[in-house]
């Protein structure tokens, strides 16, 4: 990093922008600033400071301080229970689309036949909108006509053809199984960049030393990729804490509320629950938007105290 050094003759830092080349640079930077602050900084204090009000219809607003978030976190069952959905997929979702898009690179990698086909077919699906996968998903999932009800009870399997989006048991899993269906692909574009980016001479080295390819894979390919496994982790890990898409067009957090993430829950008390209160889902939201810093902050600091080991 350049640092700047006082210049007494002209009392100002050498090398920082003369005067009259600020006026430009702040109408530059100005609708930008304007625009960020009216669509992010703005709604984020507006929910902070909801957060500490009892809502009421027509405009009263009764100050509770912190009694919202008491609540929440002492008789809200509910929302417990989208925190554990949540960490489910979260978790769950990341080891899926990352180690589905790696083992996809791979195949890639290893010049599977019809390598462009594949690449292309398992890439698609990640430009298609959540509406657009989750209706497709719906009705694979389909209990009466659904493509994998019907291909069970077509090869003699049909005591195991299920209402998988109607089942507690396994709606979380099944819109899980089409999270991991869309972002599998974009997984293996970064891996299969990443890949091709790795030295040639230390694969070399490792096929004159008659390495075979799994142990290639194993004890050569995969450390180098390790940065590029970090920085999906987190970032598949921060985007599925945030996820409604996908869940509110299959489910809209049911039955039962065993698909309810934090997301869902949140737009549910302020628009679907007809409470006209909305001071409650805020403070579901001013926490929620706390943990996920959180869990950032730490994610990033455990990383980098391992990259620090290592080297």
Not at 43 to 48: D, F, L
Not at 67 to 94: C, Q
Not at 170 to 191: D, E, H, P, R, S
Request: proline share 5%.
């Amino acid at each position: 990093m350049r640092l700047l050094n006082w210049d007494e003759k002209n009392e100002r830092f050498a090398g920082a922008p003369e005067p009259s080349a600020w006026k430009p640079i702040v109408l530059f930077i100005a609708p930008a600033l304007i625009i960020y602050a009216g669509f992010i900084v703005f709604p984020v204090v507006k929910t902070v400071y909801n957060s500490v009000f009892v809502m009421k219809p027509p405009n009263a607003m009764e100050f509770v301080g912190l009694g919202n978030y008491r609540a929440l976190l002492s008789h809200d069952d509910v929302f417990w229970k989208s925190m554990k959905n949540t960490a489910i997929f979260s978790v769950f979702g990341t080891i899926f689309d990352v180690t589905a898009g790696l083992i996809l690179a791979l195949c890639l990698f290893a010049k599977v036949p019809c390598a462009r086909l594949w690449r292309t077919v398992w890439f698609s699906p990640v430009l298609i909108s959540y509406v657009v996968v989750g209706i497709i998903w719906v009705w694979i999932y389909d209990n009466d006509w659904g493509a994998i009800n019907t291909v069970l009870r077509w090869i003699g399997l049909g005591q195991l053809a299920h209402p998988w989006l109607g089942d507690p048991n396994t709606a979380l899993w099944a819109v899980l199984a089409t999270q991991t269906w869309k972002w599998a692909g974009f997984n293996m574009i970064v891996f299969l960049a990443a890949l091709y980016a790795l030295p040639a001479d230390i694969l070399g080295a490792a096929e004159l030393d008659h390495c075979g390819w799994l142990a290639k894979v194993i004890y050569v390919i995969l450390p180098m990729l390790r940065p590029t496994t970090v920085s999906l982790v987190v970032l598949s890990f921060v985007g599925k804490m945030m996820v409604f898409d996908i869940v509110w067009v299959m489910t809209r957090g049911g039955p039962l509320w065993s698909t309810e993430t934090v997301s869902t829950y949140v737009y549910q008390r302020a628009f679907d629950w007809s409470t006209f209160d909305l001071g409650y889902p805020s403070a579901i939201a001013v926490l929620w938007f706390i943990l996920i810093l959180v869990f950032v902050a730490l994610l990033t600091t455990l990383f980098r105290e391992r990259e620090k080991l290592e080297y």
